[in-house]
């Protein structure tokens, strides 16, 4: 990315100068007036619930020698949440002055960002050349030639070929002709693009810093397009970005997303050595450089559900390594929350849970997916996260002599104890994610119209909904509740915005299933399920604020009395069948326990004693109403246990598994045996299958063509007893409550 050749005036932010000393990273420079003048802001911040987690909190339990689960070794890396309040960072909308001014003008500004304390920026074909004759690659080469029996030129051959394929050739013009089109396109697809301007400062004095990663959250593929734009909007360095090989089939866009920052890494690497040395110094040699953040998803893909993925480790390696080896005096590591009002692949997301194969990623499919520019989807948050410095959380807890002890270019397997810092640190990363996740009203709508199907009066859903938002602001969730409309208000611009979910008939809200009433059996099904799969995605955004007083009112329903013992009992085991379903920091499940006592006991719903925890008259509805939050994910993965216990008896591969727990589900569903639609989720079909590998289940076995699986029947139909509480959990040990 070439600067111009004459440095201009930096140019301002959007919308009104800061003060000196508020935020972040200092004053922006000042800025004339957008013509005619401001209206008030709309979409300030939105409501934050008062009591944030901490303050005088009822311990629950003494954690003996150290909670269930494998022991963490240092200082611990997540703290619970602080419950008092917490003022939120205000959000601005960037699209306001888009509206007014001229997109042509904004692409072409003045674009000089301040990157990596002042360092010129790095030509791509300069970092190739550095990676190519870096000392890892070399010695790589030299031993697979030695290996081999080949020469290291040809083996430098095929290294050349793999930084061709993999990387960016960042050019201004081809930023300009994107930073002109998204104006265009994300005026017409959005209402409102709203960022906090506080977390922009402190992104931007973090830059000057030190190497900088960001890690957004990723729900759609508008995430890393609104990401640049919103960096180029503010005048900071555009960040190299991880993409999927899959986006250089598309042609010409491809090669534009090249252009824009995008470097491409394969979805496997297979073992290939030289592959992984070549990806692995590329990526360690742009974040020495600094001179550009390095952006890419902790998830790995697009949530098709909207709850965050369980965390990938390979890049958040690679790029802590240079920290590990002294090679960077520091790394910050910037967790950024990107919430959709609505998310633009929602019904396409459903049809692949469904079992419709994902359309392949093409020119011509995006454009036919055009017509989606005639369709509104509401607002955008962009919340950027505090930067959090690799140094500190490694402080105390990390050792980096190991690496003192062997020459920096010999690769290096990591240690435990890294991998072990290294998982923490991505699940850290994705909670500070999901702390800053914004929700609409609709987000609770969607919640009380599936646990109240097929239909629900109006009026008793605006009750209800605003009874929901009261609980919500109490557990500690992030509620934009647009221009502080009345409830009614409100709740009919979800139903306006997402019309083709839901809508009011006859003074009750239906689910929108077009076709339910004609066609076969099998359609019906197949049309209900497809209308609660993309209502659940929007409830599934709550769950993350709910899931441990949820997790706790569960438990009081399977557990057989309400001792502490064995409520603690069950939460642990529901905990750890669902880790594939949400995140938990590993190895706290006593304290996630107490979080979840603590809010339901700050909402009135439970009352405890040194020995009992149990549901108080005023609290039955809140715990009633959690328990039910939660029912899909109980009887779904009840129906997988259920087939896994008595249809399979063989040998499976995934392939064949998900096609048959689908059918299995798909014929109760006909029959009228359940009304588990969300079990036709091959997401849902996945965890579950994963949970019972890791509870020790069902037997993973790597093989040639892939990966196959056993059943030990007796041990999942054990798992499903406890599911069903006609057998009591087994009590975690080295925990005393």
Not at 235 to 254: E, R, S
Not at 401 to 416: F, I, W
Not at 516 to 543: K, P, S, W
């Amino acid at each position: 990315m070439a600067p111009p050749m004459a440095r201009c005036p930096r140019l301002p932010p959007p919308h009104r100068a800061r003060q000196q000393g508020r935020g972040g990273a200092g004053p922006w420079a000042p800025r004339e007036a957008a013509a005619g003048g401001r209206a008030a802001r709309r979409g300030r911040a939105g409501e934050r619930g008062a009591g944030r987690r901490g303050g005088a909190r009822r311990t629950m339990a003494t954690a003996a020698a150290g909670a269930p689960g494998r022991a963490r070794r240092g200082a611990p890396m997540y703290s619970q949440k602080e419950l008092t309040s917490k003022k939120r960072d205000e959000f601005e909308d960037i699209l306001e002055e888009r509206r007014v001014s001229s997109d042509l003008r904004y692409a072409m500004k003045c674009y000089t960002p301040v990157i990596y304390k002042g360092l010129s920026p790095c030509k791509p074909n300069a970092i190739k050349s550095a990676v190519l004759h870096s000392e890892q690659v070399q010695y790589v080469i030299k031993q697979l030639a030695k290996e081999m029996g080949e020469s290291p030129d040809i083996i430098q051959e095929e290294a050349t070929e793999i930084l061709d394929e993999m990387g960016h050739r960042m050019q201004l013009g081809t930023v300009r002709f994107f930073a002109f089109t998204l104006s265009k396109i994300f005026k017409q697809l959005f209402q409102r693009v709203c960022v906090n301007e506080e977390g922009m400062q402190r992104l931007q004095h973090a830059i000057q810093e030190h190497p900088v990663v960001l890690l957004p959250s990723h729900r759609s593929y508008v995430d890393f397009l609104m990401l640049s734009y919103l960096l180029y909007t503010y005048d900071l360095a555009l960040p190299v970005i991880a993409a999927g090989i899959d986006f250089l089939g598309m042609k010409i866009v491809g090669e534009l997303l090249r252009r824009a920052g995008a470097f491409f890494m394969r979805r496997s690497f297979g073992g290939n050595r030289l592959y992984w040395a070549v990806f692995a110094e590329y990526v360690k040699t742009m974040l020495r450089s600094g001179y550009a953040p390095i952006e890419f998803f902790l998830e790995g893909t697009r949530s098709r559900t909207a709850k965050t993925l369980t965390p990938k480790f390979g890049l958040l390696s690679i790029v802590m390594e240079p920290f590990f080896k002294r090679e960077v005096f520091d790394t910050y590591l910037v967790p950024i929350s990107i919430s959709y009002e609505r998310i633009l692949e929602e019904s396409l997301y459903a049809y692949e849970l469904l079992g419709v194969p994902k359309p392949k990623e093409s020119t011509s499919g995006l454009l036919k997916a055009r017509r989606i520019l005639s369709d509104n989807f509401g607002t955008i948050h962009i919340y950027v996260g505090q930067p959090v410095s690799l140094r500190t959380l490694a402080s105390g807890r990390i050792s980096r002599c190991p690496y003192n002890l062997v020459p920096r270019h010999l690769p290096q397997k990591p240690s435990e104890d890294i991998q072990e810092f290294v998982s923490d640190v991505a699940y850290k990363m994705e909670l500070l994610q999901i702390e800053n996740m914004v929700l609409s009203p609709w987000v609770l709508v969607a919640a009380v119209l599936l646990q109240n199907l097929p239909a629900m009066e109006f009026e008793l859903l605006i009750e209800k909904t605003l009874w929901l938002k009261g609980l919500t602001q109490t557990f500690g969730g992030f509620i934009e509740w647009p221009d502080n409309l009345c409830a009614k208000k409100a709740v009919l611009s979800g139903l306006t915005l997402h019309s083709n979910i839901a809508g009011l008939v006859d003074g009750h809200v239906v689910l929108n299933d077009k076709g339910v009433e004609d066609g076969a059996v099998g359609e019906i099904v197949f049309r209900h399920a497809l209308a609660v799969l993309m209502c659940a995605t929007y409830r599934n955004q709550l769950l993350n604020v709910f899931v441990r007083p949820a997790l706790v009112a569960v438990a009081l329903q399977m557990a057989p009395s309400f001792r502490k013992e064995e409520v603690y009992s069950c939460f642990n085991f529901l905990r750890d069948v669902f880790s594939n379903e949400f995140i938990f920091f590993p190895g706290i499940s006593l304290k996630d326990f107490e979080e979840g006592c603590f809010l339901l006991t700050k909402c009135d719903a439970i009352q405890t004693s040194q020995q009992e925890i149990y549901p108080t008259d005023k609290g039955s509805g809140t715990v009633s109403f959690l328990s039910a939050m939660f029912r899909p994910f109980v009887e779904g993965y009840q129906l997988i246990f259920r087939y896994l216990s008595k249809e399979m008896k063989e040998a499976f591969t995934e392939k064949e598994f998900i096609p048959g727990v689908r059918n299995f589900v798909f014929q109760l569903l006909e029959k009228g045996s359940t009304q588990c639609y969300e079990a036709l989720s091959s997401d849902m079909q996945k965890n579950a299958l994963t949970a019972l590998v890791q509870l020790g289940a069902v037997k993973k076995k790597k093989m040639p063509s892939g990966f196959t699986y056993n059943v030990n029947q007796e041990a999942v139909s054990k798992i499903l007893d406890m599911f069903d509480a006609r057998i009591p959990v087994q009590k975690p040990v080295a925990a005393r409550l």
